[in-house]
């Protein structure tokens, strides 16, 4: 259980503070609980600066997260991201191997947040002072945890544990049964732009794949407009390592990594019925992909480069238009001015999905170039776009970053 604040909102009692109010709160601070008493008041402990409210009802808008796997990568992720966020603190957060340290102590450079909670094993964590959940956990061990969690809680899972439908087709592809079948009835799936309005009225929302976010992004559009052949889709993509996850692995290591690239999950990665579920509820018809991954030796980044031959009597011209029109007034999904060839730098540590598509040299067919931050909208930054929809807040709070480039 954890006792110290947090570095945001969440320590905040509903009734103690907002603008105007904020005077010398670091002298006589005394903690009880989760909450930062300073001269009678409650404030939130944030290291360089006081939350400070507009208004009470903005106040009233807390939200307190519990943040299960937040040693990892992308727990790390929403740690960053909730730095920035007006209403949503962590209270709790979980880890496995690195239970019961500090978070500096696992990720030196949140130092000068020294006011987040210790980390604690899932079975200790307390989630009686919690409203939401980021769940950040390997797949295969989510569903038993998200299956004891409190019912009232909203849950964005990140990992695949509950994004295919068909149960058979999970225990398929992933070779365990499926422990939560109930739940997986109940889950939406959370490809924000397409799925907003379920996603609005969701508890649990199963985060899509990094390759999948990248992917559907830009087929979606077009194949519900009917303008590409869906029996001929071939994708060639490309992750940064950090897809893998923090775990040791010697894959991963930099000797095996550098100065070279590596396919892999060769025509049976986990994704491809993930991808498929998607483009086949865009086309009301069974799509069948060809899907290659790589390794790339950078740290994060997604590239996916996808070959389709376009409908009959269609042109780039179309698609184009297509894929414009329909993220017109999309903030995280751009479709760049014609020419311009979306590149992993250019979305880097933001929400933002680039897209464009080219000209294939063979006739008929067109080459669709979409590319993600693998770790922002491939997974956390997405799944807060998703909690912030679930909880009633605008759904760019917290994710206005601009790319870093170089
Ligand atoms: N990395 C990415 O780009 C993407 C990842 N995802 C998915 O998000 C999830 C998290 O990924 P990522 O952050 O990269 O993974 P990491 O391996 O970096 O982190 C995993 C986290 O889960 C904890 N953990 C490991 N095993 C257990 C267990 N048996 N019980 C409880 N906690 C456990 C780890 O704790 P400890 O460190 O203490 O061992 C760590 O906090 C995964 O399901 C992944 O597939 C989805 C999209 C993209
Ligand atoms: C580079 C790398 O290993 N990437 C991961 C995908 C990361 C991702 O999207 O995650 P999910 O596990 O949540 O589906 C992989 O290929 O399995």
Same mark, same amino acid.
């Given at each position: ?27 006589? &601070?005394?903690?009880? %609980?989760n ?9 939130? +402990? ?42 949503? %603190? ?12 500090s ?5 030196p ?27 950040? +956990?390997?797949?295969?061990?989510? #569903? ?8 009232? $809680?909203?849950?964005?899972? +990140? ?15 992933y070779?365990?049964?499926?422990r939560a !079948? ?21 508890? $649990?929302?199963?985060? !899509? ?8 992004l830009? $087929?979606? !559009?077009?194949? &519900?407009?009917?303008?590409? @052949? ?7 993509? &490309?992750? /940064?390592?950090?897809?893998a996850?923090? %775990?040791?692995?010697?894959g ?30 865009? *086309? ?17 980044g997604?590239q996916?480069?996808?070959y389709?031959?376009?409908?009959? /009597? ?6 184009y238009?297509q $894929?414009?029109?329909?993220? @017109?007034? @999309? @903030?995280?999904? &751009?479709i ?15 929400n ?6 080219? !000209?294939?040299?063979?006739? %008929? ?10 770790l922002?909208?491939? *997974?956390?930054?997405?799944?807060? #776009? ?5 909880? /009633? ?11 870093l480039?170089?």
């Amino acid at each position: 259980m954890s006792t110290t604040s947090t570095f945001s909102s969440a320590c905040f009692d509903r009734s103690c503070l907002w603008k105007g109010e904020v005077k010398s709160l670091r002298l006589n &601070k005394q903690r009880s %609980g989760n909450r930062v008493y300073v001269g009678g008041r409650c404030a939130a +402990l944030s290291p360089k600066s006081f939350r400070v409210w507009n208004s009470k009802q903005e106040q009233d808008k807390e939200v307190r997260v519990a943040l299960l796997g937040a040693s990892g990568y992308t727990g790390a992720e929403i740690i960053r991201l909730l730095a920035n966020h007006p209403f949503f %603190g962590i209270s709790v957060m979980t880890a496995d191997r690195n239970a019961g340290k500090s978070i500096e102590s696992v990720f030196p450079h949140f130092i000068s947040h020294k006011d987040l909670p210790v980390l604690v094993s899932t079975n200790d964590a307390d989630f009686s002072d919690v409203d939401a959940v980021f769940c950040c +956990l390997p797949h295969g061990t989510t #569903q038993e945890i998200i299956k004891g969690l409190p019912k009232r $809680l909203k849950v964005v899972d +990140l990992s695949a544990d509950f994004r295919l439908r068909n149960i058979t087709e999970y225990e398929q592809w992933y070779g365990q049964p499926h422990r939560a !079948p109930d739940l997986q009835e109940e889950a939406v799936y959370g490809l924000t732009e397409v799925l907003r309005d379920e996603i609005k009225n969701a508890r $649990l929302v199963a985060n !899509p794949g990094c390759y999948p976010t990248s992917i559907q992004l830009p $087929l979606i !559009p077009l194949i &519900k407009a009917n303008l590409i @052949e869906s029996g001929n889709i071939i994708i060639d993509a &490309k992750s /940064g390592v950090s897809g893998a996850g923090r %775990g040791a692995k010697v894959g991963n290591l930099y000797t095996e990594l550098t100065e070279g690239i590596m396919s892999y999950g060769l025509t049976n990665h986990r994704h491809v019925p993930e991808i498929e579920q998607g483009l086949s509820d865009a *086309a009301h018809s069974k799509i069948t992909v060809s899907f290659t991954p790589h390794l790339m030796p950078m740290s994060r980044g997604m590239q996916s480069t996808i070959y389709v031959e376009m409908a009959p /009597g269609t042109t780039i011209e179309d698609l184009y238009h297509q $894929l414009k029109n329909s993220y @017109e007034d @999309e @903030e995280f999904v &751009k479709i760049l001015d014609k020419g311009v060839v979306p590149r992993t730098h250019a979305v880097r540590g933001s929400n933002y999905c680039y897209i464009n598509v080219f !000209p294939d040299r063979i006739s %008929g067919r067109a080459i669709i170039v979409s590319v993600i931050d693998n770790l922002m909208k491939g *997974a956390s930054g997405q799944a807060l #776009q998703n909690l912030n929809i679930m909880m /009633g807040f605008p759904e760019n709070t917290g994710l206005t970053y601009l790319p870093l480039f170089p």
